[in-house]
């Protein structure tokens, strides 16, 4: 079975450009997450998404926002990119949105220049 | 969700037990206990959780104080591929709806 995919794996922006980034989940879940990592840092959550409906949010400027598919795939989506935003983007996926196990892809590697 | 504490770094012999130790000294009644790791650029792997009682699996081994403010994460025999970043994460469990609070773990050497 194939994990959590997510695309792209590296990109590179200007700021002030906006970004979108992809995850497919496993399937069967219809929990996804993102997550923000800076160098040296733990994980940061963004966002989590259950059938479609924000269910939480963490302390991230409106810049940030995403959604959920019917094929319960996700977008994250970053506008008015700063330097500061330079991280690795997290995507998890679980079963339900309370799991007590989550599944992280490989992550997006974004670079504002 | 409650703050843990674990050493910034600890180092292991292949193939002797990696014992990691995480203080939460504040954790409340339904919060469990999660470990995670992350291998140099990969995301974050799910090892094991509990509540109150040990556990095990085919990964490791979760010891859990009697008064739960101290966990014990335990890996019996590691090898240099359980070199990693080690999350201990405390939260309410399927009412945390997805977020997990990561701090900045502990990096494991397993050494030769």
């Known amino acids: 079975d194939a994990g959590v995919t997510q695309s792209p794996t590296h990109l590179i922006k200007t700021r002030g450009q906006q970004v979108t980034l992809r995850c497919s989940p496993i399937?069967?879940?219809?929990?996804v997450s993102w997550y923000q990592q800076v160098l040296g840092q733990g994980p940061q959550f963004i966002f989590q998404?259950?059938?479609?409906?924000?269910?939480g949010r963490g302390n991230f400027p409106d810049r940030f926002s995403a959604r959920q598919f019917p094929n319960y795939s996700s977008e994250l989506n970053v506008n008015a990119l700063l330097l500061g935003d330079s991280a690795l983007y997290l995507c998890?996926?679980?079963?339900?949105?309370?799991?007590?196990?989550?599944?992280f892809g490989s992550g997006t590697r974004l670079t504002v220049v | 969700d409650a703050k843990t504490t674990q050493p910034p770094s600890m180092d292991c012999a292949e193939g002797r037990a990696a014992n990691l130790p995480c203080n939460h000294s504040?954790?409340?009644?339904?919060?469990?206990v999660y470990w995670y790791r992350q291998i140099h650029s990969q995301g974050p792997q799910y090892i094991i959780h509990?509540?109150?009682n040990n556990e095990t699996n085919e990964m490791a081994s979760l010891i859990i104080t009697e008064d739960r403010k101290s966990s014990t994460l335990i890996l019996p025999h590691a090898t240099l591929r359980d070199t990693a970043v080690y999350y201990c994460?405390?939260?309410?469990?399927?009412?945390?709806?997805?977020?997990?609070?990561f701090g900045q773990g502990t990096i494991l050497t397993v050494h030769p």
């Open positions: 998890a996926s679980s079963l339900v949105a309370g799991d007590y196990g989550y599944t």
């Open positions: 994460i405390v939260g309410a469990g399927g009412t945390s709806y997805g977020k997990l609070t």
């Open positions: 399937s069967g879940h219809k929990s």
């Open positions: 998404y259950y059938e479609k409906e924000e269910r």
């Open positions: 509990g509540l109150k």
């Open positions: 504040t954790i409340s009644g339904n919060e469990y």
